[in-house]
C-alpha cells in the first residue's frame, strides 16, 4: 500500500520541495494551504507526472474544527495516514516593543496552535498506521535563543520543540515516530543577491539553506533514518543558529 502523507504549509517553497521529493516514492499527498490554493493546484501536474496522486485542500488550521475537517477529508480520500509534515509556520519582523496583543496572538496561533490542532485530530489514524510527525521548529530553538525582531515567532518555535519530544514521548509506545526539523536562514522567494551576500555573511557555511535540502533530510527522515530516532531536532542550517 502506498504512503499517504499530509503536507500542511504545502504552498510554501520548503512545503512545495517536500512533496516533489517525497513523490518519487509513489506515495499520494494531501497539500494543504490557508490562502495560497493556486499554488498547490500548479503543483499537482509536477506530482502526477512522478507518479503520485495528490489532493488539494484549504483550511484555516488555527480552528480545531477546521483541523478536523482536513484531516477527515484526507481520510476520505486516501483511506488511510502515514506520515503528517507540519511545514506551516510564516516568519514575519515584529519588533517585541511595539507588537501588539492582536499580532502576537496571531504569530503563536499560526506557528503553535495549527502544530496541535493537527496532530491533535491525526494521531488515531498515525497510531492505526505507526506513522511519522515530522514539526518544523528553527536551528537553536533548543537552548532557548531569541531576538528582540521575532519573539513571538521564537516563543512558538520553542512551543513547537517541547511539542515535538511531549509527542515523541507519548506516541513512541504506539509506533509513531515524531521529530522535528530546524531550518537556519533558507533562500526562499525572490532574494536579491544583497540579500544573498547578507545572509550568506551570517552563515559558517557561507551561503543560505537551500528548500531542496530541507526536503531532502524529510524524505530521509521518513524513509530511511533509524526507528530509534524519536524526539530529534535535527539542525538544516549550516551551522548558523539563532
Not at 57 to 72: C, E, F, G, N, V
Not at 120 to 125: L, M, R, T
Not at 186 to 194: K, L, M, P, R, S
Request: aromatic share 6%.
Amino acid at each position: 500500500m502506498a504512503q499517504s502523507i499530509l503536507i500542511t504549509g504545502a504552498s510554501s517553497e520548503i512545503g512545495r520541495g517536500i512533496a516533489l521529493e517525497l513523490a518519487s516514492g509513489g506515495a499520494s499527498i494531501a497539500l494543504h494551504c490557508n490562502q495560497n490554493l493556486q499554488a498547490i493546484t500548479e503543483l499537482q501536474p509536477l506530482l502526477t507526472a512522478r507518479g503520485c496522486a495528490s489532493h488539494v485542500m484549504r483550511y484555516d488550521l488555527t480552528h480545531p474544527d477546521q483541523a478536523q475537517s482536513m484531516i477527515d477529508e484526507v481520510i476520505g480520500v486516501f483511506g488511510h495516514l502515514d506520515v503528517l509534515i507540519n511545514v506551516v509556520g510564516p516568519f514575519h519582523y515584529h519588533d517585541i516593543t511595539e507588537m501588539t496583543p492582536d499580532e502576537w496572538q496571531e504569530a503563536i496561533a499560526l506557528n503553535l496552535h495549527t502544530c496541535f490542532n493537527v496532530t491533535y485530530h491525526a494521531q488515531p489514524y498515525l497510531c492505526e498506521s505507526r506513522g511519522h510527525i515530522v514539526n518544523f521548529a528553527f536551528a537553536g530553538v533548543e537552548n532557548i535563543k531569541a531576538w528582540p525582531l521575532s519573539a513571538a515567532y521564537c516563543a512558538a518555535k520553542a512551543g513547537i520543540a517541547i511539542l515535538t519530544k511531549t509527542w515523541a514521548a507519548a506516541l513512541a509506545p504506539k509506533g509513531v515516530r515524531v521529530n522535528a526539523i530546524c531550518p537556519g536562514l533558507v533562500e526562499e522567494g525572490a532574494v536579491t543577491e544583497a540579500e544573498r551576500k547578507r545572509m550568506a555573511e551570517q552563515i559558517p557555511l557561507g551561503r543560505p539553506v537551500r528548500p531542496q535540502e530541507i526536503a531532502a533530510t524529510v524524505k530521509w527522515l521518513v524513509t530511511e533514518s533509524p526507528a530509534s530516532m524519536i524526539g530529534s531536532l535535527i539542525a538544516v542550517s549550516g551551522a548558523w543558529e539563532y
